[in-house]
């Protein structure tokens, strides 16, 4: 029962990729990977801040300044 619950996800899932393929089909992110995008940019954000915190006045400081 398991192998044949496995294959009809496999075939649905196949198909919904193959939908998507196609060249008139909407755009739709991927909802793990927006999550491991997100997760990745706070991740380089807190490692960032470590680096070179803010300065005191709290103004944003481009990347090639160095105060």
């Known amino acids: 029962m398991i192998d044949y619950i496995a294959?009809?996800?496999a075939q649905e899932r196949t198909a919904r990729q193959a939908r998507e393929a196609l060249p008139e089909s909407p755009v739709r992110p991927?909802?793990?990977a927006s999550a491991a995008r997100h997760w990745v940019s706070a991740t380089l954000r807190r490692f960032a801040d470590r680096l070179e915190p803010v300065s005191h006045?709290?103004?944003?400081v481009?990347?090639?300044s160095r105060c």
Do not use: K, V
């Open 30 to 32: 991927d909802e793990g």
């Open 7 to 9: 294959y009809l996800t």
């Open 62 to 64: 481009s990347a090639g």
């Open 57 to 60: 006045g709290g103004a944003p």
